[in-house]
Protein backbone atom coordinates (compact mmCIF):
# COMPACT_ATOMS: atom_id res chain seq x y z
CA UNK A 1 0.00 0.00 0.00
CA UNK A 2 1.49 3.51 -0.83
CA UNK A 3 0.37 6.35 0.47
CA UNK A 4 0.48 10.05 -1.31
CA UNK A 5 0.36 12.88 0.87
CA UNK A 6 0.96 16.62 -0.36
CA UNK A 7 2.52 19.21 1.41
CA UNK A 8 0.26 21.39 0.61
CA UNK A 9 -3.91 20.19 0.46
CA UNK A 10 -4.70 23.03 -2.05
CA UNK A 11 -3.01 21.33 -4.89
CA UNK A 12 -5.16 18.13 -4.40
CA UNK A 13 -6.80 18.97 -7.60
CA UNK A 14 -3.59 19.18 -9.57
CA UNK A 15 -2.32 16.11 -8.18
CA UNK A 16 -5.41 14.25 -9.14
CA UNK A 17 -5.24 15.80 -12.90
CA UNK A 18 -1.72 14.14 -12.93
CA UNK A 19 -2.81 10.61 -11.08
CA UNK A 20 -5.73 10.44 -14.21
CA UNK A 21 -3.67 11.50 -16.72
CA UNK A 22 -0.68 8.93 -15.87
CA UNK A 23 -4.24 6.07 -15.19
CA UNK A 24 -3.17 5.64 -12.24
CA UNK A 25 -6.02 4.28 -9.63
CA UNK A 26 -6.11 5.36 -6.30
CA UNK A 27 -8.46 6.43 -3.14
CA UNK A 28 -9.04 9.15 -1.29
CA UNK A 29 -8.21 8.75 2.67
CA UNK A 30 -11.39 10.38 3.39
CA UNK A 31 -13.66 8.46 1.34
CA UNK A 32 -11.55 5.26 3.09
CA UNK A 33 -11.89 6.18 6.52
CA UNK A 34 -15.55 6.99 6.29
CA UNK A 35 -16.41 3.99 4.02
CA UNK A 36 -13.70 1.43 5.53
CA UNK A 37 -12.80 0.37 1.88
CA UNK A 38 -10.23 0.57 0.06
CA UNK A 39 -9.57 -0.59 -3.62
CA UNK A 40 -6.56 0.82 -5.02
CA UNK A 41 -3.12 0.27 -4.04
CA UNK A 42 -2.68 4.21 -3.59
CA UNK A 43 -4.09 6.17 -1.15
CA UNK A 44 -4.29 10.24 -1.65
CA UNK A 45 -4.07 11.90 1.77
CA UNK A 46 -6.63 14.71 1.02
CA UNK A 47 -7.25 15.01 4.79
CA UNK A 48 -4.84 17.50 7.69
CA UNK A 49 -3.53 16.17 10.79
CA UNK A 50 -3.32 12.66 10.02
CA UNK A 51 0.06 12.50 9.04
CA UNK A 52 1.91 11.26 12.81
CA UNK A 53 -1.15 8.85 12.78
CA UNK A 54 -0.06 7.30 9.17
CA UNK A 55 4.30 7.75 9.83
CA UNK A 56 2.84 5.11 13.06
CA UNK A 57 2.01 2.43 10.74
CA UNK A 58 4.22 3.08 7.73
CA UNK A 59 7.57 0.82 7.05
CA UNK A 60 8.94 3.30 4.95
CA UNK A 61 8.55 7.00 4.83
CA UNK A 62 9.92 8.72 1.82
CA UNK A 63 9.93 12.62 2.18
CA UNK A 64 8.26 14.50 -0.91
CA UNK A 65 9.98 17.56 -2.26
CA UNK A 66 13.39 16.62 -1.06
CA UNK A 67 14.60 15.18 -4.78
CA UNK A 68 14.60 18.69 -6.26
CA UNK A 69 14.94 22.44 -4.24
CA UNK A 70 11.51 22.45 -2.72
CA UNK A 71 12.65 21.60 1.30
CA UNK A 72 10.77 18.67 2.36
CA UNK A 73 9.25 17.72 5.59
CA UNK A 74 10.02 17.14 9.03
CA UNK A 75 11.99 14.09 8.85
CA UNK A 76 11.74 13.29 13.01
CA UNK A 77 8.26 13.01 12.56
CA UNK A 78 8.45 10.02 10.99
CA UNK A 79 11.78 8.67 12.50
CA UNK A 80 9.85 8.85 15.86
CA UNK A 81 7.21 6.24 15.01
CA UNK A 82 10.46 3.99 14.39
CA UNK A 83 9.82 4.29 10.53
CA UNK A 84 12.77 4.13 7.67
CA UNK A 85 13.24 7.68 6.17
CA UNK A 86 14.25 8.37 2.74
CA UNK A 87 15.14 11.91 1.47
CA UNK A 88 16.52 13.52 -1.66
CA UNK A 89 19.70 15.38 -1.54
CA UNK A 90 17.68 19.03 -0.86
CA UNK A 91 17.33 18.78 2.96
CA UNK A 92 18.21 22.63 3.64
CA UNK A 93 15.50 23.05 6.19
CA UNK A 94 17.00 20.06 8.27
CA UNK A 95 20.41 19.34 7.52
CA UNK A 96 21.12 17.99 11.12
CA UNK A 97 18.07 15.92 11.33
CA UNK A 98 19.07 14.07 8.01
CA UNK A 99 22.95 13.57 8.93
CA UNK A 100 21.83 12.29 12.36
CA UNK A 101 19.37 9.58 10.42
CA UNK A 102 21.94 9.02 8.01
CA UNK A 103 24.78 8.33 10.85
CA UNK A 104 22.63 6.38 12.82
CA UNK A 105 21.16 4.12 9.84
CA UNK A 106 17.45 5.17 9.82
CA UNK A 107 17.38 7.36 7.66
CA UNK A 108 18.82 7.19 3.65
CA UNK A 109 19.76 9.89 0.80
CA UNK A 110 18.78 8.74 -2.48
CA UNK A 111 19.30 10.44 -5.84
CA UNK A 112 16.30 9.24 -7.56
CA UNK A 113 13.21 7.18 -7.82
CA UNK A 114 15.31 4.29 -8.98
CA UNK A 115 17.39 4.18 -6.22
CA UNK A 116 14.89 4.98 -3.84
CA UNK A 117 13.15 1.80 -5.08
CA UNK A 118 15.91 -0.21 -4.62
CA UNK A 119 16.42 0.59 -0.99
CA UNK A 120 13.16 -0.48 -0.38
CA UNK A 121 13.50 -3.52 -2.18
CA UNK A 122 16.53 -4.62 0.02
CA UNK A 123 15.13 -3.74 3.28
CA UNK A 124 11.70 -6.14 1.85
CA UNK A 125 14.54 -9.36 1.06
CA UNK A 126 16.01 -8.94 4.73
CA UNK A 127 13.36 -8.57 7.66
CA UNK A 128 16.10 -8.53 10.24
CA UNK A 129 17.87 -5.72 8.96
CA UNK A 130 14.43 -3.58 8.41
CA UNK A 131 13.47 -4.01 11.79
CA UNK A 132 17.14 -2.72 13.05
CA UNK A 133 17.27 0.20 11.00
CA UNK A 134 13.59 0.97 12.33
CA UNK A 135 14.57 0.85 15.71
CA UNK A 136 17.76 3.22 15.03
CA UNK A 137 15.55 5.51 13.33
CA UNK A 138 13.66 5.94 16.20
CA UNK A 139 16.57 6.34 18.57
CA UNK A 140 17.85 9.12 16.47
CA UNK A 141 14.61 10.78 16.94
CA UNK A 142 14.12 10.10 20.85
CA UNK A 143 17.87 11.56 21.28
CA UNK A 144 16.24 14.61 19.61
CA UNK A 145 13.45 15.03 22.56
CA UNK A 146 13.62 18.30 24.19
CA UNK A 147 15.63 19.94 22.05
CA UNK A 148 13.24 22.82 21.84
CA UNK A 149 13.28 23.06 25.51
CA UNK A 150 17.16 23.43 25.05
CA UNK A 151 17.50 25.82 22.59
CA UNK A 152 14.79 28.59 24.68
CA UNK A 153 17.35 27.72 27.78
CA UNK A 154 20.06 29.37 25.83
CA UNK A 155 18.46 31.93 23.75
CA UNK A 156 16.67 32.95 27.37
CA UNK A 157 20.67 33.20 28.72
CA UNK A 158 21.72 35.16 26.21
CA UNK A 159 19.22 38.08 26.22
CA UNK A 160 19.85 37.91 29.66
CA UNK A 161 23.34 38.19 29.55
CA UNK A 162 23.13 40.95 26.61
CA UNK A 163 20.65 42.67 29.04
CA UNK A 164 22.59 42.39 32.12
CA UNK A 165 20.36 40.49 33.92
Do not use: C
Amino acid sequence: LWLLAPRHLDRLDDIVALLDAAGVSFDRLSTVTRTGERHAHLVLVDTFGDLPELFSVATFVFIGGTLAPFGGHNLMEAAMWETIVFFGPDISDFRESGALLEASGGGYRVASVDELGEKMEQFLQDPERLHEMRLRAGQAATGLRGAGSRQAEIVSETIEKQAGI
